[in-house]
């Protein structure tokens, strides 16, 4: 009876610790992907031909975010830990904010398993550094300083560095805004303006919008 009661006590303190493990888990992935993508670049990754209707690709991001926060609530509810994924795509950079002391890989193609883990490149947007609006999604974790966890805390004049096998890009924050996830237009370009374009959820809990960061090539 002894032996039956120890397993349940520790049973259930391992019930507790899985979650955090996860969390564990989840970071040493990016933070691998960081180390891939700093040690060296061995491909360059083409300038994606330009489409000209992004409604479907854009859709599909702002689903993706939606369905993350929802696993996220789901989990915590549950005390357990959203479903792993396994890991996909390929490292094209590094974006980083000092102010707010971001630093992650970023994967091309914002698909389920690449935003697992690490920001993604919309690879139906402009490439980094090129003409047009490079998107990049990331969600919006709820443990603090996670992927774009504190983007709400990125102001306009603010700096975003993208680096990538070619070269450092230095993006200047321009304009700072709430839409609704149907709104496309945050992927419009301008002239021949190089602009940067980060997407993520809003609010953090419960989520109905989109907090989108427009920034162009300094």
């Known amino acids: 009876m002894r032996k039956f009661s120890y397993f349940i006590i520790l049973a259930g303190i391992l019930i507790m610790l899985y979650p955090k493990a ?23 990754v083409p300038s994606p031909s330009p489409q000209s209707d992004l409604r479907k690709p854009y859709a599909e991001v702002t689903q993706l975010l939606a ?8 989990a915590e509810a549950a005390e357990q ?13 590094i974006i980083q904010i000092d102010k707010i002391n971001l630093k992650l890989p970023v994967l091309e193609g914002a698909t389920k398993a ?7 490149h ?10 047009g609006n490079a998107a990049i999604a990331a969600h919006r974790s709820r443990t603090a300083g996670r992927l774009f966890n504190r983007l709400n805390e990125v102001g306009i004049g603010d700096t975003i560095s993208v680096q990538t096998s070619e070269q450092e890009y230095q993006y200047i924050v321009y304009d700072i805004s709430i839409v609704e996830p149907t709104d496309i237009s945050v992927l419009n370009g301008h002239n021949d303006d190089k602009m ?15 907090l989108i960061i427009h920034a162009k090539l300094s």
Do not use: F
């Not at 691998?32 to 040690?39: D, P, S």
């Not at 809003?202 to 919008?209: E, F, M, R, S």
């Open 22 to 44: 996860n969390e564990w888990y989840n970071d040493w992935q990016q933070q691998k992907l960081l180390e891939e993508a700093e040690q060296a670049y061995s491909e360059t």
């Open 67 to 74: 369905e993350e926060s929802s696993a996220d609530e789901q």
């Open 81 to 93: 830990p959203a479903p792993e994924i396994q890991l996909g795509g390929k490292i094209i950079g």
């Open 114 to 120: 690449n935003m697992k883990h690490a920001a993604a």
């Open 122 to 131: 919309m690879k139906e947007t402009a490439a980094i550094g090129e003409v």
């Open 196 to 210: 940067l374009t980060l997407i993520t959820c809003d609010p953090l809990v419960n989520p109905t919008h989109r």
